[in-house]
């Protein structure tokens, strides 16, 4: 079993859909979580973190962390065309010689 | 602030050539992180630096990939010689104290034909 599974893709929405982006862990030490956002041809550029569980909310991104399940989720609401781009969950645990560990990605294309 | 910087943006060499990458990290992160990404795949971290010293380089292929970070600061990833599975985008990450969130350059797409 990988350390972090993302759900399959690729999604494809209209625009204005609410999309749920998933990923499970299985290594309890995780207490930091973070979603990336990479367009094409570009590094990852860092969207929302959160550190324990909980959610966090930033304008159409809201971030949700459950450690009992091990499941962490991206939900974007009103998805707009330049929402378009690969998703990509990272985790790590507490202490200077972590090292983040990220999934799969997840391609999403927002239709107009 | 200046973000992270990689040159070159795209590098195309034959099999058994080598290649170097470079990485200037965002002022006063210490830790760098370099990841290959290949298409289609996450990101998976190469090696780890905290200050100029190595925490983690585990998954790098140490037989013909090396990295350094001179001084703490810049970081150079070197493979040698190539093979065609080595294509990939180099990525290089810093971040701050904590080691929580990373920021990323732009990367570096290698093709090795």
């Known amino acids: 079993q990988k350390e972090v599974e993302q759900d399959p893709g690729p999604l494809s929405v209209p625009e204005g859909a609410i999309v749920s982006l998933n990923c499970t862990y299985s290594n309890s030490a995780f207490q930091y979580f973070m979603w990336y956002r990479q367009y094409s041809r570009k590094g990852p550029e860092l969207l929302m973190y959160t550190y324990s569980s909980g959610n966090k909310e930033d304008g159409r991104f809201t971030a949700q962390v459950d450690k009992s399940s091990k499941y962490i989720s991206l939900f974007i609401r009103d998805s707009q065309p330049s929402d378009s781009a690969t998703y990509l969950c990272?985790?790590?645990?507490?202490?200077?010689?972590?090292?983040?560990?990220f999934g799969k990605g997840i391609t999403l294309s927002v239709r107009p | 602030e200046a973000g992270v910087a990689q040159s070159p943006r795209y590098k195309i060499i034959e099999k058994r050539q080598s290649v170097a990458f470079w990485c200037n990290p965002i002022?006063?992160?210490?830790?760098l992180y370099w990841y290959q990404q290949i298409l289609g795949q996450g990101p998976k971290l190469l090696i780890q630096f905290q200050n100029n010293g190595v925490v983690d380089d585990s998954q790098l292929p140490k037989d013909r990939f090396s990295a350094e970070r001179l001084k703490g600061v810049d970081s150079t990833l070197k493979i040698q010689p190539a093979k065609l599975e080595d294509s990939a985008v180099y990525l290089c990450?810093?971040?701050?104290?904590?080691?929580?969130?990373?920021?990323f350059g732009q990367g570096t797409r290698l093709t090795v034909v």
């Open positions: 002022s006063g992160h210490a830790t």
């Open positions: 990272a985790m790590s645990a507490v202490g200077a010689n972590s090292k983040l560990t």
């Open positions: 990450a810093s971040s701050g104290a904590g080691n929580t969130e990373a920021f």
